[in-house]
């Protein structure tokens, strides 16, 4: 717990530090941490510093895999594709309001949220258009996924259809999952968007396997987007005036495991 509250400090400072070298701040960081600064210098460029950094750092803020700001950087390094590449880019709300840390190791980072499995069949959901989500086996609608990433209610002036930001790497065969933010996070961090677009990398063997809290789902978040259930006074609000696609699912349990990487 000490070592947890010391990386949230660490984090806390940095975002009033300033240094004429990005790439110095990783090495400031883990010498006030007392880290091995070895892996660190020895790392071929600054996403790789950073990823080195994040692997011995303790109480990483779960929040941060929900930053969705496309002007925040992620790292390209694998297993920490869900990790901003700028320690000063973590805006303050996701890393002192969010009290859960964040379990990782060199698999990647461990939550449990609950979710849906799309179905195989449809791998071309168009990525800037609103999607029904509907059971692959009662036909029962779950809710509905906004292309844009605003509240509809109160949707931002400048705000789009696509304005979440393009679902990178989807192509034929692509196996998507669709991720929800918990209701402990939805009530400290932004409300919107509250539901992450998951690229499955370990394909489990059949629906039920995936949906099963015993299987754990590994992959990477590609995109964000707003969940409105189909039991929320928003659904037809949300459902905007254009054409809605219907997506198949399976409903994963409430604390399905998902590995970033």
Request: proline content about 7%.
């Amino acid at each position: 717990h000490e070592d947890s509250m010391a990386g949230r400090d660490v984090l806390g400072a940095l975002k009033h530090r300033s240094t004429s070298k990005e790439e110095d701040i990783p090495l400031c960081a883990a010498s006030i941490l007392r880290m091995d600064i070895t892996p660190i210098l020895s790392a071929p460029d600054q996403h790789h510093r950073l990823a080195a950094f994040y692997r011995q750092l303790r109480g990483i803020p779960e929040g941060i895999v929900w930053i969705h700001d496309p002007a925040v950087e992620k790292l390209t390094v694998v297993p920490y594709r869900w990790a901003p590449a700028r320690l000063t880019a973590i805006p303050e709300t996701f890393y002192f309001q969010s009290m859960e840390d964040l379990y990782s190791d060199e698999r990647g980072a461990h939550v449990r949220y609950a979710g849906f499995i799309l179905d195989p069949e449809c791998v071309e959901v168009p990525a800037n258009r609103t999607f029904h989500l509907v059971s692959a086996t009662t036909e029962e609608v779950f809710g509905v996924i906004r292309a844009s990433a605003s509240d509809p209610q109160h949707p931002s002036p400048d705000s789009t259809e696509s304005d979440a930001g393009p679902l990178d790497g989807v192509t034929a065969g692509t196996r998507l999952a669709v991720i929800l933010k918990p209701d402990h996070m939805v009530n400290v961090l932004p409300k919107v968007p509250n539901a992450a677009i998951f690229r499955i990398l370990h394909n489990p063997r059949s629906s039920a396997e995936a949906s099963s809290t015993n299987k754990e789902i590994f992959g990477t978040i590609i995109g964000y987007r707003h969940f409105v259930s189909s039991e929320s006074p928003d659904f037809t609000v949300a459902l905007g005036h254009g054409e809605v696609v219907q997506v198949y699912c399976t409903s994963t349990e409430r604390f399905q495991k998902w590995c970033l990487t």
